[in-house]
């Protein structure tokens, strides 16, 4: 496949080709943003909603007339978010804490504020298993300034990965090693889940790397670190039909093949947060980044 000097596409594996369409174009959809974050697209209507973090508010696009309009403000400073099996949007909010359902008449249900009678220290990112458990990370960032929260102490004193049982409620820390756990995916089969550190950000050597854990039920085993961030940090990402991993970085986004290898890269002007598969056929990839919202149409569709 050719591509002119001013594709977005960076080749590193020719296993990449097939995920592409070499004439697209990425497009900038919409800019204003302080830290674009949480992109959750909603099939039945055709509309993604993502936040922006210290602006707190949550925004929302409208893909068949292009337009954008707020969706909540104030919106708790929420970071991450995501789509139920049954259509309604969880979410993770730093300033209240919580982990969050919007449900489909407007009203909101806290799913999570503490573990072990202590408070969350500022949830980050969630996914859904179709079993209807709902699996988040817990780092700090929420509570180390007033930016994208407000400063406080963390009550349970480490950052965890916790998963909140779809039938008792209960909230289970499920992983308790990591030093800023951060995105996080199921695999399409959802035998693996992989989990973001980005513990880099503030401790100089620490980690910016993806692991990987094969899921048993409500447990994990590490299966050890699937790939390491070669510029900034991986964030958010995503995994395709076929187990590809489309992940947020500084300087675009970063696709990698299940076995690891980095298959190539989408340019992106802005630093990368979080990316999410939309569009009638799930076959465009929106990416949060920094200010503001693009898309780019890929050869492949999200994973369920």
């Keep these: 496949m050719h591509l002119s000097s001013s594709s977005p596409f960076d080749v590193r594996d020719p296993r990449f080709v097939d995920?592409?369409?070499?004439?697209?174009?990425?497009e900038k959809i919409w800019t204003g943003g302080r830290w674009c974050e949480g992109p959750a697209w909603f099939p039945a209507h055709g509309t993604l909603v993502w936040s922006d973090i210290p602006g707190n508010r949550m925004l929302r696009w409208d893909e068949r007339n292009n337009t954008v309009g707020e969706f909540r403000k104030p919106s708790h400073n929420t970071n991450g978010n995501t789509v139920d099996r049954q259509g309604r949007l969880i979410s993770c909010e730093h300033l209240s804490r919580t982990v969050t359902r919007t449900e489909h008449d407007g009203s909101i249900t806290v799913l999570a504020d503490k573990w072990m009678g202590k408070r969350l220290n500022s949830p980050n990112d969630a996914v859904v298993h179709s079993d209807g458990a709902i699996w988040f990370t817990d780092p700090d960032y929420g509570i180390m300034s007033e930016y994208e929260g407000e400063r406080a102490q963390s009550?349970?004193?480490?950052?965890?990965?916790?998963?909140?049982?779809?039938?008792?409620?209960?909230?289970?820390?499920?992983?308790?090693?990591f030093d800023k756990p951060n995105g996080l995916a199921f695999s399409p089969d959802e035998s693996i889940l992989y989990v973001a550190d980005t513990g880099a950000s503030h401790h100089p050597g620490g980690p910016r790397h993806i692991r990987k854990f094969a899921v048993h039920g409500s447990t994990l085993r590490d299966q050890g670190v699937f790939t390491v961030c070669d510029n900034g940090l991986f964030d958010g990402f995503r995994v395709d039909v076929k187990g590809r991993l489309w992940s947020s970085a500084a300087d675009g986004v970063h696709v990698f093949h299940p076995d690891g290898t980095l298959l190539g890269k989408i340019r992106?002007?802005?630093?990368?947060?979080?990316?999410?598969?939309?569009?009638?056929?799930r076959n465009r990839l929106l990416i949060c980044a920094t200010s503001s919202l693009y898309s780019v149409f890929v050869n492949t569709t999200g994973a369920v």
């Design 268 to 281: 992106i002007p802005e630093i990368v947060a979080n990316v999410c598969f939309g569009g009638l056929k």
């Design 155 to 177: 009550e349970i004193g480490a950052c965890y990965v916790y998963r909140i049982d779809p039938h008792s409620g209960a909230v289970e820390r499920v992983a308790d090693d």
């Design 19 to 26: 995920s592409l369409f070499p004439h697209e174009s990425v």
